[in-house]
T-cell receptor, first 110, second 113 residues
Framework: RKEVEQDPGPFNVPEGATVAFNCTYS??????FFWYRQDCRKEPKLLMS?????NEDGRFTAQLNRASQYISLLIRDSKLSDSATYLC???????????WGAGTKLIIKP | EAEVAQSPRYKITEKSQAVAFWCDPI?????LYWYRQILGQGPELLVQ????????DSQLPKDRFSAERLKGVDSTLKIQPAELGDSAMYLC???????????FGPGTRLTVT
């Protein structure tokens, strides 16, 4: 089992819809979690940090489920510009190592 | 807004040649990372520095790759000799300390011919 797993997608979603995807992690000692957004051939950009039970930033909501060891990202009222790959990153508290998922590709269609 | 600087942005080199990448992290960031990313995959950590010390280079192919951060500020990553399989995006990131949010530079896209 990979340490951090994501559904590669692509998720094809109509504009204006709500979409959610998950990221599962294997190390129960993980303490901090991040979502990054990456456009094609660009660098990853920090979207949200998820430190406790979750947080919200505009149309984006990230949640952490420690019992089932996954984090989720919810995008409401999706825009064409939300089309990108979304990468989750999990910090292993024991050695501060950051483990990256392979990403979920999201395509918003008009 | 402070940014991570990288150069060059693009590099084409022939196999067996040497190539070097440079990274200047956000001022005050203690931790610096070099990643390699192949299209369709997540970033793969090559080396992590805490100030001037290497704290993780377990995935760095040490027979051909080297990295340094002599004064604990900017860093260079070198490949010698380059191989066809080294073609990828090389990303540098920094964070204020280990385990915190990472901020990435624009990357260097390397093509080995």
């Amino acid at each position: 089992r990979k340490e951090v797993e994501q559904d590669p997608g692509p998720f094809n979603v109509p504009e204006g819809a709500t979409v959610a995807f998950n990221c599962t992690y294997s190390n129960s000692a993980s303490q901090s979690f991040f979502w990054y957004r990456q456009d094609c051939r660009k660098e990853p950009k920090l979207l949200m940090s998820v430190y406790s039970s979750g947080n919200e930033d505009g149309r984006f909501t990230a949640q952490l489920n420690r019992a089932s060891q996954y984090i989720s990202l919810l995008i409401r009222d999706s825009k064409l510009s939300d089309s990108a790959t979304y990468l989750c990153v999990v910090n292993s508290d024991s050695n501060y190592q950051l483990i990256w998922g392979a990403g979920t590709k999201l395509i918003i269609k008009p | 807004e402070a940014e991570v600087a990288q150069s060059p942005r693009y590099k084409i080199t022939e196999k067996s040649q040497a190539v070097a990448f440079w990274c200047d992290p956000i001022s005050g960031h203690a931790t610096l990372y070099w990643y390699r990313q192949i299209l369709g995959q997540g970033p793969e950590l090559l080396v992590q520095f805490q100030d001037e010390s290497v704290v993780d280079d377990s995935q760095l192919p040490k027979d051909r790759f080297s990295a340094e951060r002599l004064k604990g500020v900017d860093s260079t990553l070198k490949i010698q000799p380059a191989e066809l399989g080294d073609s990828a995006m090389y990303l540098c990131a920094s964070s204020r300390d280990r385990g915190y949010e990472q901020y990435f530079g624009p990357g260097t896209r390397l093509t080995v011919t």
